[in-house]
Every structure is written in C-alpha cells, then in structure tokens.
C-alpha cells in the first residue's frame, strides 16, 4: 500500500465551502470529552469551567428543542437563547479539549473552526455570506479568538455582532501565551473595550491552571545518527501519508494555494519531513505568516513534523523582528507548536 504522497500529489480542488462542510473536531481534539478533562483540585476554576460548559450543552439542547422554526410561534412561544462563552485562561490549561468536549457531547449541529480560518474565509468570501453559512450551526466552536491585532478582531467583533442576530451560540477561547501572562487581565480589557455592548451577551469563564502539555516521544527507533531522508524511509504512518518536501519548495507552494486549502495538508498526513528548514528573515513576514498558519493546521491535523536545519534551537526560526513585531502571538504560538511537534536533525 502506497504511504507517501507528493506536494504535487495532493488535492487542492475541493472547493472553499468543504472547509466548513467538513469540519469537525480536528484530528489532534478528537478524543477529548468531559470525562476525559480532569480537573486540577489547586485550581477549583477548572471543575467550575467543566461543569458550567456541562450545563450549557444541556441548556442549548433545550433551547433548540423549544424553539419553533416557524416564525409566527416564535412570537408566541418566546425561548431565552443561552449566552455565548469567551474561554479565558493561559496556554495548555485544556482551553480547546473542553470546546472540543463541547463538540463532542453535543449531538446537534455544530462547527469547530479557528479564528485565523474564519478571518480567511471572510476575507474570500463577505462577512454576510460567512454568517450566513455559519449560522445553520447550533454552536460555533470558535478556537483562539485573537485580540491583539485590532483589525482582525474587529471583524471577529463584527462577526460576532452578525452572528448574535441568529440562534447560534459561539463559544470561544482565548489564545494567551506563556509569555504574556501578565497581559492576561490587559487581554480581557482589550476585549471587553472591544466588544462594546456585545458583551453583555457573552459569559466569561477564566481558567486558571498551568500547562498540562507534556513532551510524547512520537517516533520509536533512535534518530541520533540518521539523516532525515533515512528517518522518512523507515517512518510508517498509522492511517495517512507521509510527504517528503524540501522547505523552498514548501513555501512557494504555500503562495499559490489560499490559506484555507493549508487544511488539505495537514489532515491528508501522518508525517511532514521538511528539507533544509532556515530562519525567515525580516523581509519575509509575509511567507512566515503562511508558514505559521500551516503549522496551525498540521497541530490540529495531528501530524508529526521532522526537519533538517542548521538552526540548532527552533526558536531561531524567526528573525527577531517578526517574533517581537505585530504577529508575535502568531509566531509564538507557532514556535511553541513546533515544540512540541517537530524532530530537528543535521542536514547532510
Ligand atoms: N485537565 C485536563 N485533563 C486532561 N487533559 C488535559 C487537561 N488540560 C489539558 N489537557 C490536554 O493537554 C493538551 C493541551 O490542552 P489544550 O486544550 O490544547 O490547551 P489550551 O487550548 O488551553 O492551550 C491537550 O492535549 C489536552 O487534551
Ligand atoms: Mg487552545
């Protein structure tokens, strides 16, 4: 059976609105419920958090149960629709498992989606058409709302603003890094500044705790001594494929295809071996911010990410300047990512 695919091999052909037709848990989410979230007893917020998300899928069950479609009902018949959730707290303490619990424990209609894919769908599509399409979901799971840059949260507010006119609920989680977690509270100001009186129809439910990730081996013979063409031959995907590509040949495709279709990517893989990986310099903002989204999606895709560079720490992937400049939440979230997922090795 063939377990390895080529950049010119995948299918970028699907059209745009698949994205949203298909989207559900990501790969990476899939297994997480309730059950499986366990609360740290240091932090009471995190039982607080998981039985309050509980209670809203009950209270959103009840809610679509109640309400009539039909238009002259709803007059008589008035139902109280549950608040939206803004899901605060510092990056790894189980933000996305409880939005993907959500998804999981709640049987009707549903949409997982990050906030950097519903910007670039807006940016294809209109902000119109894009609640249109989304508000046929009771819930919209809306993944690392962003605010520090104020253009893009924005649209989100007016997204939001949009989507507030319809039956769906959003619930959303924040996208703190460890390095800001000072700005923590600034974070919440911004957004509530931000949120104008849209806020009184959000719940806010911080979550304190500290990062529950941890380091897991994924590759099962030693890679000390291996080149990476070695470690791609012996590596066996478990479902997917396995693509082998020289970095200058990624980030030229990563401009011809909209950042939408990076999805195709990442959940066609098992595996990504990337040649010859070098830092971005600061002319190339552009190209790291496409390389930061594919790296999103190869997280929620699950995939193992392996590289040969002459950087020795990851974290000198970026020029300073992109790592401090507008994007530092992109490229921080991203290097941390790389963290957890990639495998450096020598090039030859
Ligand atoms: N309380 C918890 N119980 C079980 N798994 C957890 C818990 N908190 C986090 N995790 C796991 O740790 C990882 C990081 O959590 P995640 O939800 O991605 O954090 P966040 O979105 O807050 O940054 C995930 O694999 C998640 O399943
Ligand atoms: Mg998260």
Redesign the pocket.
């Known amino acids: 059976m063939k377990n390895a695919i080529s950049l010119n091999e995948l299918d970028f052909s699907s059209p745009i609105e698949t994205i949203i037709n298909q989207n559900t848990i990501p790969p990476k989410f899939k297994g997480c419920s309730f059950d499986n979230y366990i609360p740290n007893k240091d932090y009471p917020s995190q039982k607080q958090a998981k039985e309050r998300l509980i209670e809203l899928v009950q209270q959103i069950e009840t809610f679509k149960r109640k309400t009539p479609k039909n238009k002259l009902l709803r007059k008589l018949i008035k139902t109280s629709k549950p608040p939206h959730i803004y899901l605060d707290g510092v ?2 303490v189980g ?3 409880l ?1 993907a619990s959500i998804g999981n424990a709640y049987r009707g209609k549903k949409l997982f989606i990050s906030f950097s894919e519903l910007m670039y769908l807006i940016a294809y599509y209109t902000l119109l058409d894009v609640v249109d399409m989304l508000s046929q979901y009771d819930i919209v799971l809306l ?2 709302f962003e605010v520090d840059d104020p253009g893009d949260a924005m649209m989100g507010i007016n997204f939001i603003r949009e989507i507030n006119k319809t039956d769906t609920v959003v619930i959303a ?1 924040s ?1 703190t890094l460890p390095s800001q977690l000072g700005a923590r509270k600034l974070d919440m100001l911004t957004f509530k500044a931000r949120m104008g009186s849209l806020i009184n129809s959000f719940e806010t439910i911080i979550i304190d705790g500290e990062d529950y990730r941890f380091k897991q081996p994924s590759l099962n013979f030693s890679i000390s001594n291996s080149n990476l063409k070695e470690i791609f031959g012996k590596y066996q995907p478990k479902e997917k494929l396995k693509l082998y590509v020289n970095f200058e040949e990624l980030i030229e495709k990563l401009k011809e295809i909209h950042p939408t279709r990076y999805r195709n990517i990442a959940y066609s893989l098992d595996a990504l071996f990337i040649e010859n990986l070098r830092p971005f310099n600061d002319m190339e903002l552009m190209d790291a911010l496409r390389f930061t989204y594919l790296i999103d999606m190869l997280y929620y895709g699950d995939v193992n990410i392996f590289a040969s560079s002459n950087i020795d720490n990851i974290w000198n992937l970026f020029h300073q300047d992109l790592k401090e400049g507008k994007f530092k939440t992109k490229i921080g979230r991203c290097l941390s990512r790389l963290e957890e997922k990639c495998v450096l090795v020598k090039p030859d």
């Open positions: 990056f790894g933000k996305t498992h939005l993944d690392e989680t996208n």
